[in-house]
């Protein structure tokens, strides 16, 4: 600071950039930029450059991204949802069934599996919001109910191309039409479908999030519950809609699994809600509520989707991963922290 | 509330229908055959499963459903304990105290049920160990396939298909796991005095997206891959998905172990996989030696399974045995 003006003139950008990086938004993308600077120095013999590993870096978040888009709506209203992972496996099954088995088209198995879905965000929105009981619990409930099912209806073994017959033979299927197209790439190879469809879903839970008035009333019952109902929003309404929601995307994400894996597994899912949680937590949503949005989450997606990438491409032994994904997710949340908690 | 009632009964409706859809055999696994008719001298032979999580182990089930079935004075009673030690531990209670003739577990680890087999033992029931083996020597037979030397057969089998040189993957199971140890020693002595490089290794917990996401990885660190080695088909499937979706499926060969139908067997007849090596069950050895045993004889102590592989030229003929 030996030339004053100057010094005076810095200091005036900063506090623009300083304010820029403690934003919310700020906060989240120096996260992503601190995984993506990782995978830089880290490359893996070149590996990180290329085009392929971003591509797939980004297909394989995909999944676990759509269903934090639900998440994100479900926390803001200071709620969670622990039954997306098996509501992916439920409707992962009922959407090979359908798909392979009873070989109907597209059209009809796409809605009928995001049905499935959003009858089960449903039932634990109705227990949340006007049986009163903790978010927590009844999607806890909701978890091994689905589980269940989808074991019972897959009969415990996955739900393949290969079809069992009466006799106890084999009978084996193409994949169908449906699969394919969601595995598939466009743009010159470019992006896969998936990807797309994570994108869209963000899309529209960013526009419902922030452009209808029920997004605003999804933060005013998070932020105060008494306070909105008695300023006339339609809580228990409100509430259900975003289990329903969640549901509706993990249905989503059951189609997405269901389609990448040729096959329906009723143990797919273990563990996804806590990385979707994860995602939604280090995109900078609070989990008390009132506070975050989409494109937080979207960035906490983009965060966590490329730590696991940098970590695969290098081969991490799994105690490794494990350890530093721990350290990762705590110092990502720790710059994530707003100046007021 | 009314629309929440709805909504439930919708559900409920919705439940009821689609349970309604599914094939009433598949599930049939989990359930006990009822009693043979008449008075006739019953057999009832209690079966805990550590896990019927796992397709492997529904198999296993089935095959001994299937050979039981084909006995008519024997009745299996079928627990699954859900990968829950002490559950299985009140199974062998439940057993004993139900007075079953003979016991056959399937343990999901050793130490802690040694002693509840041990105690089944001293009141006169027979119990069988299967794939998995208790402490000491209170059972009284062990049935098992040895990991070691499958994964030493598919180790050899690598190196005569890549001629002794190559650049290789492997997809390990677990690797704190003892099968996915087992099958990666044995794969090590397998390729032993060979050029066969294995360039990248990862863990893929037995899953196969978990596969497809190692296997995108290698695919972006390696131009030239010769052979995946997957230590289960599903993780073998995954990798070939992977290749496939970057177009490099036909550059390499997939080899992966269990063989079962609908998975191993299934994806090399359809060409996918170059060779699946089979994990038996040990289903029906298990009710051929409870036989033996319900009828007076003496067995053997340990049984160990052979194992099978799977080419797509000799799929149809039932496979060739491994030596």
Known sequence: MIDQPRGDLATKQQTTASRLILSPGGRAATALLLVVFVGLVFNADGAFFKSATHRDALRQASVYGILACGMTLVIVTAGIDLAVGSVLALVAVCCATMAIHWNWPGWIVVPASMVIGGLCGAVSGTLVSRQKIQPFIATLAMMVFARGLAKYLSGGSKVSTAVKQADGTFEYVDVPYLFRLIDSRVLADSVSVVTLIFFACATISWIALSHFRWGRFLYAVGGNEEASRLSGVPVTWARTLAYVWCGVFAGIAGICQAAQEQQGDPEAGVAYELIAIAMVVIGGTSLSGGRGGMMLTTLGVFTIGYLEKVLSINAVPEAWRLMLTGVIIVIAVQTQRSRRA | ?323
């Open chain 2, 1 to 323: 509330m009314r629309t929440g009632l709805k909504l439930v009964s919708v559900m409920a409706l919705m439940l009821f229908v689609c349970g309604c859809r599914t094939d009433p055999d598949s599930n049939s696994a989990g359930t006990a055959k009822p009693p043979a008719q008449g008075d006739q001298a019953n057999w009832t032979i209690g079966m805990s499963q550590c896990n019927l999580g796992e397709p492997w182990r529904v198999q296993m089930n089935a095959d001994i459903k299937a050979a039981a079935d084909s006995i008519d004075e024997v009745e299996v009673v079928f627990k699954d304990a859900q990968n829950d030690t002490l559950k299985q531990r009140s199974h062998i209670e439940e057993f004993v105290n139900a007075g079953v003739d003979l016991i056959i577990i399937s343990p999901k680890e050793a130490q802690p049920l040694t002693e509840p087999v041990a105690k089944a033992m001293a009141t006169g029931i027979p119990v069988i160990v299967l794939d998995r083996s208790v402490l000491g020597d209170q059972f009284t037979c062990f049935i098992g396939a040895d990991n070691k030397k499958i994964g030493k057969a598919a180790g050899e089998w690598i190196k005569a298909e890549l001629k002794g040189k190559g650049k290789v993957i492997e997809l390990r199971g677990l690797s704190t796991s003892t099968p996915g140890q087992d099958r990666h020693d044995g794969f090590v002595a397998g390729i032993a005095g060979s050029d066969i490089e294995v360039v990248f290794e990862a863990d893929m917990k037995w899953l196969e997206p978990e596969a497809r996401k190692e296997m995108d990885s290698a695919l972006a660190r390696f131009d030239n891959i010769d052979l995946v080695y997957a230590h289960n088909d599903p993780g073998a499937h995954g990798a070939y998905l992977a290749a496939k979706a970057a177009g490099r499926q036909k550059d390499m060969i997939f080899v992966g172990i269990d063989a079962l139908p609908q998975e191993g067997i299934a994806y090399v007849k359809q060409g996918l996989l170059g060779v699946t090596f089979q994990y038996p069950t040990g289903g029906q050895e298990a009710i051929d030696t409870a036989m033996q045993i319900l009828n007076g004889a003496t067995v053997e102590k340990q049984i160990v399974l052979g194992s099978r592989s799977f080419t797509p030229d000799n799929v149809d003929q039932g496979g060739a045995a491994v030596k």
